[in-house]
């Protein structure tokens, strides 16, 4: 079992607080609907993330984000919900393929919604591309249970919107390097002049 300390959760934190799609992304990715699903780019530029809110009476958001690094992270959030900003939690996921017991979770409140936000391994997003449900339980409380229907054509956009952000960022590095870096930089200045 994978231990994450609340020092490595913050950053996600602060990335699943700000998620927003920004102007300037618009042209880049615009933001689809996948059934269900909401596929948008992250305002940061580091990713992408796919939403979906369930009716009432619980009204509970799903968030589940991917970047560029490869990494992921999973929010849910709720109005009804009296969780603390910060706060650590041990909970339990269960999805229909897979279990993550005791995975620690960190509180959030944007926007006057309560929630918290957690990351997993490289595997999970197929996991949960994969998956009917996610099931999540506080101890002997159960805390939610959703239906994934149609998240495996979402993770697939999910993907392709990252795959998009990742195209310029290529790009450009090959740009900044290609005319700048000789062939042969330990060549002597005439040697590595002629070769440009």
């Known amino acids: 079992m994978r231990t994450i300390s609340l020092a490595t959760l913050l950053p ?4 699943a607080t700000g998620v927003a799609v920004g102007p300037a992304f618009a042209t ?6 996948v059934g269900a699903w909401i596929v ?12 979906r809110t369930y009716p009432a009476p619980r009204g509970t958001t799903l968030q589940f984000g991917l970047d560029l690094d490869g990494s992921n992270r999973l929010t849910l959030l709720n109005p009804n919900w009296s969780i603390r900003a ?11 393929n897979s279990a993550f017991p005791r995975h620690v979770a960190i509180g959030i409140a944007p926007e006057g919604r309560r ?15 994969t998956s009917a449900y ?15 229907d ?28 290609g005319g700048r870096i000789p062939l042969d930089p330990f060549a002597n200045d005439r040697q590595r002049d002629s070769r440009k």
Do not use: H, W
């Open 12 to 15: 996600v934190v602060a990335l």
């Open 28 to 33: 880049d990715y615009a933001t689809r609907d």
């Open 40 to 51: 948008s780019a992250s305002s940061d530029q580091k990713g992408c993330f796919i939403t």
């Open 86 to 96: 910060r706060e650590q939690l041990r909970l339990d996921f269960q999805l229909s």
């Open 115 to 129: 929630g918290f936000v957690t990351d997993f391994g490289v595997t999970f997003p197929r996991s949960f591309a």
């Open 134 to 148: 996610l099931k999540v339980r506080r101890g002997d409380v159960p805390v939610e249970e959703l239906k994934l």
């Open 150 to 177: 149609g998240s495996g054509a979402a993770v697939a956009e999910l993907r392709r919107c990252v795959d998009r952000q990742r195209a310029p960022i290529a790009g450009k590095a090959a740009r900044d390097g």
